[in-house]
């Protein structure tokens, strides 16, 4: 008995047809990360399977007006985020696109009643409005904090960085009182002030 004569092969229509139907499946959801560094801001694109879909990077500026100043802008460093966010999503639906989180350096983030940035700098400079994790100014006031012994000390291991918000928003009020703490009307952790940028909310 002859053998069956095999299927002839499809068309490249019918090809693109088959391709289309097991195509035919749920959107993949996705998923974006922004981590604002020491000196860039960096954006993934990642699936809902943990695959990394796109990157993208762009560097932010410092600057330092002094020694132990370190200070950056917070209208620098969300235009660098939206640039690299939107360069990432290129090739995905929005509707797709399921949340973002964000993550930051431990920078200080001062804007006044109106939202508008405050300057931390004895220049004046109000578009330099980030006093840096690595900025060290505060350090006779952390001094002065630690040497309290205060018992809310325990909850951050006995003593407190120089590197933290209290001493430099003591720093701030000791230094800078007419000119930003007077005026100020929001003081943000960076990647808390990342959220409201996003959101809206001060929560």
């Known amino acids: 008995m002859a053998p069956t004569p095999p299927p002839p092969s499809p068309t490249i229509k019918e090809s693109g047809l088959l391709k289309m139907q097991s195509e035919k499946q749920d959107p993949v959801n996705y998923y974006v ?6 000196a860039s801001v960096r954006a993934a694109l990642v699936d809902q ?5 796109a990157h993208s990077d762009q560097p932010i500026q410092i600057w330092e007006p002094q ?12 235009a660098a985020c939206c640039t690299v966010t939107k ?28 939202f508008q940035p405050l300057a931390v700098n004895y220049e004046g400079e109000c578009k330099r409005n980030i006093i840096m994790w690595m900025d ?3 350090a ?4 002065r904090i630690n040497g309290t012994q205060h018992s809310v ?22 230094n800078l009182r007419e000119s930003c703490w007077e005026k100020a009307g929001y ?17």
């Open 87 to 114: 360069k990432v999503i290129q090739q995905v639906e929005v509707a797709w696109i399921r949340g973002l989180g964000f993550d930051a350096t431990c920078s200080l983030v001062v804007v006044d009643k109106q």
């Open 187 to 203: 003081f943000f952790d960076l990647p808390d002030f990342l959220s409201w940028k996003a959101t809206g909310v001060t929560a």
């Open 49 to 53: 399977f943990g695959t990394i879909v």
């Open 153 to 174: 000390l325990s909850y951050v291991g006995g003593v407190m960085s120089v590197e933290m918000q209290p001493p430099k928003l003591l720093w701030m009020k000791e």
């Open 136 to 138: 060290h100014r505060a």
């Open 33 to 38: 990360g922004i981590d604002v560094g020491t």
């Open 140 to 143: 006779s006031q952390v001094d």
């Open 67 to 78: 020694p132990d100043h370190y200070e950056q802008s917070s209208d620098d460093i969300w």
